[in-house]
């Protein structure tokens, strides 16, 4: 299997799933912690479909997991990622995963549409489904 670089959708995806295992000794950069917590944060205090025990576990999780994985930077490449972000009409959030899967030879892993639209142009892309296909 490709090295794989997780967007915070795809790591809260694979957190309900309870497929963690997909995660160990894959990539991530610092973007997708705060990503992440920040959707774990809309389900606790905006939709309440979290409560604060099941929120502790899951930030417990996410901490566990980021033992395991590879954590990019964007230091040095956000020209760059500015750039890309142009060209391609989405946020530099999405624009610094391109870059960050492109420069590390990775394939990105996001159940983002538009940004895999976007990256399949550029690099390979997968979804948790296609990884849990052939897992």
Do not use: C, H
């Not at 912690?33 to 502790?56: G, M, R, V």
């Amino acid at each position: 299997m490709s090295k794989l670089l997780f967007d915070a959708s795809s790591l809260i995806y694979a957190l309900k799933l309870k497929k963690i295992d997909l995660l160990y000794g894959s990539y991530v950069q610092q973007l997708t912690i705060y990503e992440a917590l920040n959707a774990i944060w809309k389900e606790t205090y905006l939709t309440k479909t979290l409560n604060p025990e099941e929120t502790n576990k899951i930030i417990d999780v996410i901490k566990d997991i980021l033992e395991y994985v590879t954590i990019l930077t964007i230091s040095t490449k956000e020209t760059r990622i500015f750039e890309k972000a142009i060209e391609l009409g989405i946020t530099v959030y999405d624009a610094s995963y391109i870059v960050l899967a492109e420069e590390n030879n990775l394939t990105l892993v996001t159940e983002d549409n538009k940004l895999k639209e976007k990256a399949e142009k550029i690099v390979k892309t997968k979804t948790i489904k296609d990884l849990v296909k052939t897992s």
